[in-house]
């Protein structure tokens, strides 16, 4: 009795060599899609919810430059994993101060 597995019919074992590389490589970049399409939502998961009554927004990290914009205590905001100076980037370009905002319940910042 043969300790060896065989189909009928073929002689020589096709899953060796190329082939195998083939097969494992389109297995590879199945798994890679699969797995990149479950992360999409990560890349903007970073939510911050406003804190304080008032914050200001402003262009750049600091107080040299005016606000260009204000928002209100619970406002949720697209924000970025970035922080400088105190103060935290938002998607929009806008930096608000770290203080003053609080990552939203499940946001990944």
């Not at 619970?74 to 938002?90: H, M, N, W």
């Not at 609080?102 to 946001?107: E, P, R």
């Amino acid at each position: 009795m043969s300790n060896r597995f065989s189909l009928p019919g073929l002689s020589k074992s096709w899953l060796t060599g190329w082939p195998l590389v083939g097969i494992l490589g389109v297995g590879l970049a199945l798994v890679a899609l699969l797995y990149g399409s479950a992360t999409d939502n990560l890349d903007n998961a970073c939510t911050m919810t406003v804190q304080a009554e008032r914050v200001p927004v402003r262009p750049s990290p600091g107080t040299a430059e005016a606000p260009t914009a204000t928002l209100a205590k619970g406002t949720e905001v697209a924000a970025q994993p970035v922080t400088d100076s105190g103060y935290r980037k938002l998607n929009d370009g806008g930096w608000v101060p770290s203080s003053s905002v609080a990552a939203t319940s499940g946001s990944v910042c």
